[in-house]
């Protein structure tokens, strides 16, 4: 198999190069080692930045956060829900930091109202009534799921290809040329080959690793941030902390829940990325002074992103585009075909997108420009489940039967959606497999966890012959396994009880956790 | 006004899961006026099975054919186990009791002799338990038979998928087929409960509905399996007529709970209280509770006009862990929720869990719970019982991974027939 532009990585900037590439008439396939947004693009803040979180520090990323995130609102109005935000301080917290503030602001063009604290503790009532300042900005919403997955099903439904579940495990080189990528896939262990004319590794985090397997340098660290999912929406607006970035200083509503987060702590390798019981509790600690309710919430469970740092301080600064991400091309480390892309933003995820493919056309010899700031992204109706509270909204528009079993109680998601996801996922290429309907669906992202909806979804799949032999039983384990990494942290009141009840069904009852050994012995 | 007399008793019983009313039973039996007083929790999620002794030790999954065999290395490696402080005789009458108890009102469960059995569960697993309901036994003959089954679903009955459960136990059970049917006057594309399914089919034209419905389902299958869904109050009946009017053995199948098996445990335990003369304050939680100088005890529970209180000479204490909300878990401590005992529990949260969700082993939390002595009184905070007349079963005392071992149901009657034997002497 050929292609001309072969992008590793199915995060945001990965499909969002994909469809930038189709959209200019390039041939290109996506390798994902897992699944899309399996990497940062599925464990961030959800949070589209107004810019106003970084004009003290990085006035420069303020703009393009700002710019960015008008052209999101233009192109892709239903992956942003129009919450605004509110910078807010409270007792004890640099009553200087936040008398600069909209000075700040001001100076880097970012929008900024200054409120009365009486006035922003009417407007979200969670807010301590410690409050010594508050200004409302631009921030929003976004549902990164629902973005990749549009962003993928354009440039697939363009002519686009993409390979989930498929390790790039090298390259082959000849000179100054990758020739080829070698991949593996990770449920057959097949290998294969496939060769491309430019290569663009968008593995995020695992960019290094990448770099690293074509022979290239590339200095790195990470920081990984964790985040906590309540159980219900506790405030409308985006709330960010006035005073030096810190631990738990945001939380942005998503659909029905809020997420707090987020934990800063520097990692030396990608072998784990959980949330901890110290960091949770670290988080906890911190936000209470700003939303003192949160001492009392449930939460339904945690998750964890890593960020990469390009560059060690001074070292390849002048390579940054800007401070908020890197753009390598490696020619001058004698690969002429190879170009790196990552750090930066989901907010800005477009923008790093249409640079990668500026120099990947360039070398191509494509003069096409990009379209992806005018041409609105199509809204996909297989891809709208990921959408808190989807399901009672798009019930009319969607005509469910009026008697359609709902699979999953605590997100409200019916049989056809689940059965719509699937045909998404067998047009991508992959089995039907709860992980993957969990990725494009809020499936398991209730109060349960999937310990009932797991049981439900895998039964109708194997109704609809969509799974055979002992899958389901080892998707569900999976499932579970994976959940759990989440719920471990947080697992003390009404969410322990719940713990508790999955233990007992899902050990207890089916014995799933001796599972190899359940089969009785042979007559 | 003066308040309304408090209600009287020799034994109070807090908590109505399998422990609490094991241990009522065996009081009013002891000839003692007995007072249950529990909301409802776990047991409506309940499969009814009864396990005694599935896995020991849990790191090596090492499973006992022979449960008894498997209590006597228990007892040798965790003394401290409370099924390892209980003599096996006591224990095998204990739940022989219960278990006869509940088949004189309508549940009635098989042998159990020395072996454990295996059952097959509606995601096609197997799964080792001890005294299988009567509704059940089929099943597990015919597998060991080799027979040739058809598992049946009915349509909108979700998480129970026939064709899934044949997929997954194939390679255990070969000759199963499978077979999905529309339940009788089931509104079309609708959604079934169990639990209604099952007091549906206590009617009798229900069961010929289903008897027909089920016809072209015998077809070359030598047994039937379906969803547990076989009655409520009667399942044996239900059962007994259903395989008359089909000609075939049937066997239930529990099924992914809410269920029918934990409301028709809950009711066969209400009705044997009952027909023992236990007072039964249901679907009420005991907010407080008082040592008396006496030497009894007040307990006040929610709702004052539907229980003005009780007066017990002694307690057993039958909450539960975390479900049953017998313990609460805090963000860095566990407590007892009733009288705020001391609880044993592993002090960094950090490991409570372990990383991995099916870690063999298990999880250290799920051992924690109140410390006892060898009469089954927990223990106070310098080591001595807390309270003379104060006794625990169940789930909540400490050393024991239920859930893990496969021991719940067996561990909650045994501890509860202990508890009474303790409370026997202490009020003697
Ligand atoms: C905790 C946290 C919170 C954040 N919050 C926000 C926010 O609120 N707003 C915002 O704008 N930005 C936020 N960000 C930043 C944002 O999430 C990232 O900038 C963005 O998701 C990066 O996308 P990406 O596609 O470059 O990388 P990723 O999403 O990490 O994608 C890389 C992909 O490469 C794949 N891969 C790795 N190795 C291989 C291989 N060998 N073969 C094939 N594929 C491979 C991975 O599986 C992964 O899917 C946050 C980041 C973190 C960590
Ligand atoms: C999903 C599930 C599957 C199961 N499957 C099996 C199985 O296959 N085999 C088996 O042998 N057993 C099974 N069991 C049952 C299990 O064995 C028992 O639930 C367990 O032994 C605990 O029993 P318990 O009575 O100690 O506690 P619980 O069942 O938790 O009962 C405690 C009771 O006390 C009540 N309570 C708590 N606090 C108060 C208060 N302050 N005032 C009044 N009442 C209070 C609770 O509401 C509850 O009713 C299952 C249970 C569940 C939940």
């Keep these: ?523 | 006004m003066p308040a309304p007399p408090l209600i009287p008793c020799d034994v109070a019983v807090i908590g109505s899961g399998i422990a609490g009313m094991s241990a009522a039973w065996f009081a009013a039996r002891e000839g003692f006026a007995t007072v249950v007083v529990g909301r409802t929790g776990g047991i409506l999620f309940a499969s009814s099975l009864l396990d005694l002794l599935a896995v020991h030790p849990l790191a090596e999954r090492r499973l006992w054919e022979n449960p008894w065999e498997g209590l006597a290395r228990l007892a040798a490696d965790e003394p401290g186990h409370p099924l390892a402080r209980i003599a096996p005789a006591r224990i095998r009458e204990a739940i022989d009791a219960v278990a006869a108890a509940l088949g004189a009102c309508g549940l009635a469960y098989g042998d159990g002799g020395n072996r454990n059995r295996w059952v097959l569960t509606a995601l096609g697993t197997f799964r080792p338990t001890w005294r299988v309901p009567a509704t059940m036994e089929a099943g597990i003959a015919a597998r060991r038979a080799g027979a040739a089954a058809r598992i049946v679903s009915f349509h909108g009955l979700r998480g129970f998928s026939a064709r899934g459960i044949v997929e997954c136990a194939r390679p255990s059970w070969k000759a199963l087929s499978a077979a999905v049917v529309e339940f009788p006057r089931a509104a079309p594309g609708g959604e079934l409960f169990p639990e209604r399914m099952a007091r549906a089919l206590e009617t009798e034209a229900a069961r010929a509905a289903l008897a027909e419905a089920l016809t072209p389902c015998r077809q070359g299958a030598a047994a039937l399996g379906l969803p547990a869904v076989l009655g409520i109050s009667r399942p044996a009946e239900v059962h007994r007529d259903l395989e008359a009017r089909l000609g075939l053995p049937l066997f239930e199948i529990p099924t992914l709970p809410p269920g029918a098996t934990g409301p028709r445990l809950k009711e066969a335990f209400e009705r044997a209280l009952a027909q023992a003369g236990v007072r039964r304050i249901l679907g009420q939680s005991v907010v407080r509770a008082e040592a008396l100088a006496t030497g009894g005890f007040r307990l006040e529970t929610e709702n004052r006009d539907f229980c003005p209180g009780i007066e017990a000479r002694g307690v057993i204490l039958a909450t539960g862990r975390f479900l049953g909300g017998g313990l609460r878990a805090e963000r860095g401590r566990v407590v007892e929720t009733v009288f705020g005992l001391p609880v044993a529990f592993p002090e960094d949260r950090d490991r409570w869990h372990r990383r991995d969700f099916f870690d063999p082993s298990g999880h250290p939390l799920n051992r924690a719970g109140l410390p006892f002595d060898e009469a089954f009184r927990p223990l106070g905070g310098g080591g001595e019982p807390a309270h003379p007349r104060l006794f625990a079963a169940g789930s909540i005392l400490a050393g024991q991974d239920w859930v893990r071992s496969g021991c719940g149901s067996g561990l909650a009657i045994a501890t509860a027939r202990a508890a009474v034997d303790g409370l026997k002497k202490a009020l003697a």
């Design chain 1, 1 to 523: 198999m050929e292609t001309q532009v072969l992008i590793i990585g199915g995060g945001v900037t990965g499909v969002g190069l994909a469809r930038d590439l189709s959209l200019r008439g390039v041939d290109c396939t996506l390798v994902e080692r897992r699944d899309i947004n399996a990497g940062a693009s599925g464990a961030n803040h959800g949070l589209l930045h107004s810019g106003a979180r970084y004009v003290t520090r990085d006035p420069a990323a303020a703009v393009e956060c700002r710019d960015e995130g008008r052209i999101l609102r233009r192109i892709a109005p239903h992956c942003i829900e129009e919450t605004g935000g509110l910078f807010v301080a409270v007792a004890g917290d640099d009553e200087r930091y936040a008398a600069d503030f909209p000075g700040a602001c001001r100076r880097a063009g970012i929008p900024c109202r200054a409120l009365d604290p009486t006035e922003a503790r009417a407007l979200e009532p969670v807010l301590s009534e410690k409050l010594i300042a508050a200004y409302a900005v631009e921030d929003a919403a976004i549902d990164p799921f629902r973005l990749a997955l549009d962003n993928l099903s354009e440039a697939t439904a363009r002519g686009g290809r993409v390979l989930l579940s498929t390790r790039v495990e090298g390259f082959d080189i000849e000179g100054k040329r990758v020739r080829a990528v070698r991949l593996r896939d990770a449920a057959t262990g097949e290998r294969r080959r496939i060769a491309a004319e430019v290569v663009i590794n968008a593995a995020g985090a695992w960019a290094k690793e990448i770099a690293a397997l074509a022979g290239l340098p590339l200095a790195m660290t990470w920081s990984k941030g964790s985040l906590l999912i309540t159980d219900r929406r506790l405030a409308g607006r985006v709330i960010n902390r006035l005073r030096p970035a810190s631990d738990a200083d945001i939380l942005v509503p998503g659909g029905t829940v809020s997420i707090l987060g987020t934990s800063s702590e520097r990692l030396d390798s990608l072998a784990e990325i959980v949330p901890t019981v110290a960091e949770i509790d670290r988080i906890l600690e911190a936000a209470r002074d700003m939303v003192p309710a949160l001492e009392r919430t449930r939460f339904i469970r945690a998750y964890a992103g890593v960020r990469p740092l390009v560059g060690r301080a001074g070292e390849t600064g002048d390579r940054l585009l800007s401070r908020g991400f890197a753009l390598i091309d490696h020619a001058e480390e004698g690969l002429d075909n190879f170009l790196t892309i990552t750090g930066g933003k989901l907010t800005t995820y477009r923008r790093m997108a249409e640079k990668a493919a500026d120099l990947a056309c360039r070398k191509l010899g494509v003069r096409a420009a990009c379209r992806t700031a005018e041409l609105p992204l199509a809204p996909r109706p297989a891809n709208r489940w990921t959408e808190a509270g989807a399901g009672p909204r798009s019930w009319p528009e969607a005509s469910r039967a009026p008697q359609e079993l709902l699979l999953c109680e605590c997100e409200m998601i019916p049989a056809s959606a689940v059965v719509e996801v699937c045909e998404a996922l067998r047009l991508q290429g992959a089995r039907p497999s709860l992980y993957g309907i969990g990725r494009r669906s809020r499936v398991g992202k209730g109060t349960c966890q999937g310990a009932f909806c797991g049981v439900r979804v895998n039964a109708h799949l194997y109704d609809r012959q969509l799974l055979s032999g002992r899958e389901g039983i080892r998707d569900l384990r999976d499932f579970l396994e994976a959940r759990w990494r989440g719920m471990r942290p947080i697992l003390w009141g009404t969410a322990l009880a719940q713990e508790e009840l999955q233990e007992a069904l899902h050990c207890g009852l089916f014995g799933l956790d001796r599972e190899e050994a359940s089969c009785p012995p042979r007559p």
